[in-house]
């Protein structure tokens, strides 16, 4: 099955500076790669997502890129604010109608003012 | 609120009881999904339906788990025997199949076993 692996584990970042979090994944097979945010006690929620037919996507402040190649992607939120702190899950699916997503561990993003 | 709603938000059970979960997608999704999310996780997927069919279940579903969704609207979750390992928070989510559709969440429901 798939396995997805994210890093950093946690990361602190100046408010105003740029953060990004890293994910592999094994399954080559793998074509849908969303990110979600989750702060604490509350739901994840979809920030952005990318399909294998794209190398990158940007929305506002953030940015997902993917190397289908090294089967990896990444997550770049520029410009950070406090309210980007919260814990980020990458997740991959080699399903395109999103039928079962494997997550990452989560990387515990903390702005600091 | 038009979203994913959960229920109970949290359950303290003594081990050994049984605990059901009720999930209530966003009304027009056919697709329901229950993950499971234990501290410093990601979560880890249990099962899915299809309108009222049981399409996939994980390895981590073990025989004491059963999830229902019998007119293919809510769904429930009941586990039986509760162990301590079942602590976890338990989420559902919802999607409108094709390709495309994003998955939401609910907020999930935390177990605690005692």
């Known amino acids: 099955g798939e396995n997805v692996e994210q890093h950093p584990s946690t990361l602190s970042v100046q408010e105003g500076d740029s953060a990004v979090i890293k994910c592999t994944y094994s399954d080559s097979a793998s074509n849908y790669f969303p990110w979600y945010k989750q702060e604490l006690g509350k739901r994840p929620q979809l920030i952005i997502d990318i399909r294998s037919n794209v190398g990158e996507k940007k929305d506002q402040r953030i940015a997902v890129t993917l190397n289908k190649t090294a089967k990896h992607f990444s997550l770049h939120i520029t410009e950070t604010q406090p309210e980007d702190s919260a814990v980020y899950f990458c997740a991959a699916t080699a399903n395109f109608g999103n039928e079962k997503l494997t997550f990452g561990t989560g990387t515990r993003l903390t702005i600091i003012p | ?114």
Not at chain 2, 21 to 42: A, K, V
Not at chain 2, 71 to 81: A, D, M, P, V, Y
């Open chain 2, 1 to 114: 609120d038009t979203g994913v709603s959960q229920d109970p938000r949290h359950k303290i059970t003594k081990r050994g009881q049984n605990v059901t979960f009720r999930c209530d997608p966003i009304s027009e999704h056919n697709r329901l999904y229950w993950y499971r999310q234990t501290l410093g996780q990601g979560p880890e997927f249990l099962t899915y339906f299809q309108n009222e069919a049981q399409l996939e279940k994980s390895r981590l579903l073990s025989d004491r788990f059963s999830a229902e969704r019998p007119k293919g609207s809510f769904s429930t979750l009941e586990i039986q025997r509760t162990e301590q390992g079942d602590s976890a928070m338990y989420l559902c989510a919802s999607s409108l199949s094709g390709s495309g559709n994003t998955i939401y969440f609910g907020e999930g429901s935390w177990l605690t076993v005692v």
